[in-house]
């Protein structure tokens, strides 16, 4: 399975929405995706599983969907601290698979 | 709070062995439902997932790293370790250590488990 995030970079105001986009090159169980958030310097951080489960401490701006071979993960009312690099993943069988990464950027 | 941390050399001989430690705190690896599992992440590549155990010693390796990982657990010390053969500059990465978390119903000897805690990261170079 391939992951293929877009757009590639996002560029956005504090206020607005995101919504990220990620393709399998095969279809699978939406119980098997996830999403995290990665700033500079850091750790990726979970904020979904299961395609549209909210990690522990994740506000509900954040939100996912999706099925088959098409997720997405919607950033609502964008916060200063919501600019990062966003990644999803597959982990329902091995490998495990992430995605390139879509970079939500400033304005 | 349950906290990872990595350690080990920072630098290491092309065709040498790499060796990792993560020390969990805040929590028991011995849990059930819980595996612990190492990614790296280069800009080459991004993230890519190297393999996971758990506190019995099933391993799940990665296709592409099976033939030169090694995954182990000392419970006495709430450690995992990590060990890659025949390094080369490609695998010059950031390491995490993570610890994932079964979906449902869980044991050692599989089921679907997402990442949930992640350590900070070691940066590992692989150079003469």
């Known amino acids: 399975i391939v992951l293929t995030q877009s757009p590639g970079t996002l560029t956005l105001s504090p206020g607005e929405s995101a919504t990220l986009s990620c393709r399998a090159s095969?279809?699978?169980?939406?119980?098997?995706l996830a999403w995290f958030q990665q700033k500079p310097g850091q750790a990726p951080r979970l904020l979904m599983y299961?395609?549209?489960i909210r990690a522990t401490g994740i506000p509900d701006r954040f939100s996912g969907s999706g099925s088959g071979t098409d997720f997405a993960l919607t950033v609502s009312r964008l916060e200063p601290e919501d600019f990062a690099v966003y990644y999803c993943?597959?982990?329902?069988?091995?490998?495990?698979?992430f995605g390139q990464g879509t970079k939500l950027e400033i304005k | 709070q349950l906290q990872l941390q990595e350690s080990g050399p920072g630098l290491v001989k092309p065709s040498e062995t790499l060796s990792l430690t993560c020390t969990v705190s805040?929590?028991?690896?011995?849990?059930?439902?819980?595996?612990w599992g190492w990614i790296r992440q280069s800009p080459a590549k991004g993230l890519e997932w190297i393999g996971h155990?758990?506190?019995?010693?099933?391993?799940y390796y990665n296709p592409s790293f099976a033939s030169r990982v090694t995954m182990s657990v000392d419970s006495s010390k709430n450690q995992i370790s990590l060990q890659m053969s025949s390094v080369t500059a490609a695998d010059t990465a950031v390491y995490y250590c993570?610890?994932?978390?079964?979906?449902?119903?869980?044991?050692?000897?599989?089921?679907?488990?997402?990442?949930?805690?992640w350590g900070q990261g070691a940066l590992v170079t692989v150079s003469s």
């Open positions: 095969q279809s699978f169980n939406s119980r098997y």
């Open positions: 155990i758990c506190y019995s010693g099933n391993t």
């Open positions: 993570a610890r994932l978390q079964g979906d449902g119903y869980c044991t050692c000897t599989g089921c679907i488990a997402h990442f949930d805690y």
């Open positions: 805040g929590g028991s690896i011995r849990r059930s439902g819980l595996f």
């Open positions: 993943q597959y982990y329902g069988g091995s490998p495990y698979i």
């Open positions: 299961g395609a549209s």
